[in-house]
């Protein structure tokens, strides 16, 4: 079974910035599958577990961007 997370992140703003988010996200364990849209801001994660919001945050945060929200 696998869990499904729309995240927003603020500041992408093209390709290499969907690359480098979901390239991180995707370094999570459990986490299957990302798919980044800088130009809505959407970033979808599917994974086995739930993910662990400090984790996302911590990835999203290096990166250079923002987590809108909570997970």
Request: with cysteine.
């Amino acid at each position: 079974m696998s869990i499904t997370t729309v995240l927003t992140v603020s500041g992408m703003s093209c390709g290499h910035c969907e690359k480098t988010v979901s390239a991180g996200l995707a370094a999570i364990d459990g986490v299957t599958d990302v798919v980044a849209d800088a130009g809505s801001g959407r970033v979808t994660v599917a994974s086995a577990l739930p993910l662990d919001e400090s984790a996302v945050r911590s990835v999203v945060d290096g990166a250079g961007f923002t987590l809108v929200g909570q997970i």
